[in-house]
């Protein structure tokens, strides 16, 4: 019990620490140009609204976007939180033929680009998972690396994680983002 209140603290910490911060690089770090083709300027041009599959299921994040599913609303949720600036199901073209809607495109300014979050809320079901992982390996065939580019987040029928798990999840994947982004002198 004393461990779990010591880590609610700390995620409350952090959680005050990025609103502190609005996600700005402290004045003693430089910027690497990003060693990325997912750029602020790409990020701008993507459009959304496009893709009509899902909708009408009732669930909406905050800016109105009408969402698949509660799991991919607490992700939006918890982008808004963390002051984060995405899109949905945001337009982006994997080469001249093959087009995807990832579910969210989420910019990082300070980094100078934007990164992708996968929700897969049927972890349990194994059409679904075989559907999804063949969707994964085309984001890998494409260049799109989970860990790097690509941020997937897990539930299934019965499960759902946390607010805190995922505003977690978001910040240790923009941390390790930014470590390999940032030159401390």
Request: with cysteine; hydrophobic share 40%; glycine share 6%.
């Amino acid at each position: 019990m004393a461990k779990r209140e010591k880590l609610s603290k700390q995620m409350e910490y952090f959680d005050q620490e990025l609103r502190k911060r609005r996600l700005i690089v402290p004045e003693n770090v430089s910027v690497c140009p990003p060693n990325t083709k997912f750029t602020a300027k790409l990020w701008a041009e993507m459009a959304t609204g496009l893709n009509e599959l899902g909708k009408g299921k009732g669930y909406y994040d905050n800016h109105m976007n009408n969402v698949d599913s509660r799991g991919e609303m607490l992700i939006a949720g918890a982008l808004d939180d963390l002051h984060l600036e995405y899109k949905y199901e945001a337009l982006y073209h994997l080469n001249s033929y093959r087009k995807i809607f990832p579910d969210f495109v989420v910019l990082i300014p300070a980094l100078g680009r934007f990164f992708f979050i996968e929700f897969m809320g049927m972890a349990d079901d194994p059409n679904y998972m075989d559907n999804n992982s063949s969707r994964i390996e085309n984001y890998i065939r494409n260049g799109i690396y989970p860990g790097r580019d690509l941020l997937i987040i897990v539930g299934d029928r019965n499960y759902l994680p946390t607010d805190n798990a995922v505003k977690n999840r978001i910040i240790s994947f923009i941390n390790d983002l930014t470590l390999d982004s940032v030159f401390i002198p």
